[in-house]
């Protein structure tokens, strides 16, 4: 570990946070990695452009509180980002600027200022999912006869059963898959975290012949290759299930003009679990969530299914009345 000093370069800092602090201490995925540094591509410049410094100049007491509020409505004002992508850069500064503060002492007191900058909030999006007969639809629409077809079906029963991310399915190893007394899948998710989930008896049925269709497939070839033998891109898998959709139409009209994505499917997951009583500590452990905080959104969405039951029933008929404040000051506060 390097000692902090009386005064470090910034460029030095910013360089061991990325080598050392990302990618060996924390061992972040390289779509993090991009992230982050496609964040302080972007907060150099402004930098640059705001106060006429090349980025080897700065030094860690101009990236004050006003410089990284003015960056942030940069974003905002004039990139167009939406507020979580400026949450999402805010979230980057962070993490630099709590590195930062154990290697340059001299530059406490403007970190801690610019570290007191909130988060903005912002709307949630409204939670999408598929009923159960809506996945069905898309997991039977590929033609089972031609080898594209079986691939997606059996890609798409695979990611419904385990509510796995899209990098996480085309990363997929033959050897990643157990299917003998307990099938079982291992995945690698973010930060490379493993974990393993459990299949049920009619994925492991698809996936036993698709693997023997994979004809000579040594454990470290794709589970799901493209049709050169290679890893499937994620474009790919997005155009594959667009099709999907597309042909279950046919069946489920409500599909039509909907939004969905790979990522739609490991929300139908988690919420066909919540709704077979499943705990949700157990569907975070299998959507591979550090902790329950994030997985508490498929909850949220829940209730708001139950209150939108609720709404559909017709009340007791009731006498109403109007309320009426009693004074001025709560008149004032009524009108708030």
Known sequence: MVEPSAHASFPAILQRFFVEHLRKHRAVSPSTVAAY???????????????????????????????ILGFLDHLERERGNAVRSRNARLAAIRSFLKYAAHQDLTALATIERSLAIPQKRCDK???????????????????????????????????????????????????????????????Q????????????????????????????????????PSSSGGRLSRSAVTQRLALAVDHATRQQPQLAGRA???????HTTAMHLLQAGVDITVIALWLGHEGTGTTH??????????????SRLQPIDAPTSRYRAPDHLMAFLQAL
């Open 189 to 224: 998710g973010k930060g490379r975290k493993r974990r393993s989930t459990p299949l049920w008896k009619p994925t492991a049925a698809i996936i036993r012949p698709w693997i023997r269709r994979l004809s000579r497939a040594g454990e470290s070839d794709f589970l799901f």
């Open 37 to 67: 540094r496609d964040t302080f591509r972007l907060l150099l410049a402004f930098a640059e452009a705001s106060i006429g410094k090349a980025p080897t100049r700065l030094t860690l007491s101009d990236l004050d509180a006003e410089m």
């Open 297 to 310: 959104i498929y909850l949220e969405a829940d209730l708001t299914m139950k209150e939108e039951a609720l």
């Open 260 to 266: 969905i994505s790979p990522h739609t499917i490991r």
């Open 125 to 187: 999006a409204v939670l999408g999912f598929l009923t159960r007969p809506e996945m069905e639809a898309i997991i039977a629409a590929p033609d089972p006869i031609r080898w594209v077809g079986q691939r997606d079906r059996a890609m798409f029963t695979m990611l419904y059963n385990t509510g796995a991310r899209v990098s996480e399915i085309i990363d997929l190893r033959v050897g990643n898959v157990v299917l003998d007394v307990s099938p079982v899948a291992h995945l």
